[in-house]
């Protein structure tokens, strides 16, 4: 059975720091492409980043590239997800989700229970 659980969400100060974490089970993290996406009250879920397996190629949204860093420990069974010079609109709940192959080109089969972000003074 798939499980992926959140960690590392909570309130900081704008241009804050935040390390999200993705702890995967029930099957081979190796294997497949994880994605990250957030979602802000009265909004629709927006994809933040995916994170490749293999070479571990990583793509970012544009408003956060050069602030997120998205990388993963297959040993661990971690993906994390690095959130610097946080601002107020990145205020949302974070999931991780699974994709169905090991590129950020297939689609999302399952996911997390999401962790909350807050950004504000």
């Not at 999200?20 to 492409?33: I, K, Q, V």
């Not at 590239?65 to 974070?94: C, H, I, W």
Request: proline share 2%.
């Amino acid at each position: 059975q798939v499980q992926l659980v959140e960690s590392g969400g909570g309130f900081v100060q704008p241009g804050g720091s935040l390390k999200l974490s993705c702890d995967a089970s029930g099957f081979t993290l190796d294997y497949y492409a994880i994605g990250w996406f957030r979602q802000a009250p009265g909004k629709e879920r927006e994809g933040v980043s995916c994170i490749s397996s293999g070479d571990g190629s990583s793509y970012y949204e544009d408003s956060v590239k050069g602030r997120f860093t998205s990388s993963r420990d297959n040993a661990k069974n971690t993906v994390y997800l690095q959130m610097n010079t946080l601002k107020p609109e990145a205020t949302a709940t974070y999931y991780c989700a699974k994709y169905d192959v090991n590129t950020c080109r297939g689609v999302v089969h399952d996911w997390g229970q999401g962790t909350q972000v807050t950004v504000s003074s």
